[in-house]
């Protein structure tokens, strides 16, 4: 099973899909976190204490199976560095009278938190904001600025070298 060696780097016990609401696929290192009930299938291919079940109380097809990213694929803190920096190139180059670097662009992203605090936990809403904001002080259509930018974050953002073993 070429899921296997990827899934053993999950956490606990983590929910990897959910839609409809009454289906989801629950991983987890402790087989008795992950013995719950209405078991419908069981993946084959883990290796000892790691299990992992589909559940779905009402038979439909599950449509999507999420993974929390945060280096159970591939390692995220490299590819966010180089997206950014490719989103401050871009920046320099298109909007010269911006005026932003790392440190300003985190506390003007800090401002953003705080005066949205329902958007905390939204790093890409964070992100648009605060491009828009710094883009309006310098003059520039903010919302233009803002999805030109993450276009371009995001473009680098999905370019990522998978784990070996889960490149398979």
Same mark, same amino acid.
């Given at each position: 099973?070429?899921?296997?060696?990827?899934?053993?780097?999950?956490?606990?016990?983590?929910?990897?899909?959910?839609a409809p609401?009454?289906?989801?696929?629950?991983?987890?290192?402790?087989?008795?976190?992950?013995?719950l009930?209405?078991?419908?299938?069981?993946?084959?291919?883990?290796?000892?204490?790691?299990?992992?079940?589909?559940?779905?109380?009402?038979?439909?097809?599950?449509?999507?199976?999420?993974?929390?990213?945060?280096?159970t694929?591939?390692?995220?803190?490299?590819?966010?560095?180089?997206?950014?920096?490719?989103?401050?190139?871009?920046?320099? *180059?298109?909007? $010269?009278?911006?005026?932003? %670097? @790392?440190?300003?662009? +985190?506390?003007?992203?800090?401002? &953003?938190? *705080?005066?949205h $605090?329902?958007?905390?936990? %939204? @790093?890409?809403?964070? +992100?648009?904001?605060?491009?828009? &904001?710094?883009a309006?002080?310098?003059?520039?259509?903010? %919302?233009?600025v803002?999805?030109?930018?993450?276009?371009?974050?995001?473009?680098?953002?999905?370019?990522?070298?998978?784990?070996?073993?889960?490149?398979?």
């Amino acid at each position: 099973n070429l899921m296997a060696p990827f899934l053993q780097r999950l956490s606990p016990i983590l929910i990897l899909a959910a839609a409809p609401s009454s289906a989801f696929v629950v991983a987890s290192h402790s087989p008795a976190k992950a013995n719950l009930p209405s078991t419908i299938h069981s993946l084959p291919g883990f290796s000892r204490g790691f299990s992992m079940q589909v559940y779905n109380s009402e038979k439909r097809r599950i449509s999507a199976i999420t993974f929390d990213l945060d280096d159970t694929l591939y390692e995220c803190m490299p590819v966010i560095m180089r997206a950014t920096k490719k989103q401050f190139e871009y920046v320099d *180059e298109h909007y $010269p009278n911006i005026k932003t %670097d @790392l440190e300003s662009f +985190r506390a003007e992203m800090k401002k &953003q938190r *705080e005066l949205h $605090p329902d958007e905390a936990s %939204d @790093l890409g809403k964070l +992100r648009r904001l605060t491009i828009a &904001q710094v883009a309006r002080e310098a003059g520039y259509d903010a %919302d233009g600025v803002a999805e030109a930018v993450m276009d371009v974050f995001c473009r680098e953002r999905n370019k990522v070298t998978l784990f070996s073993d889960v490149a398979g």
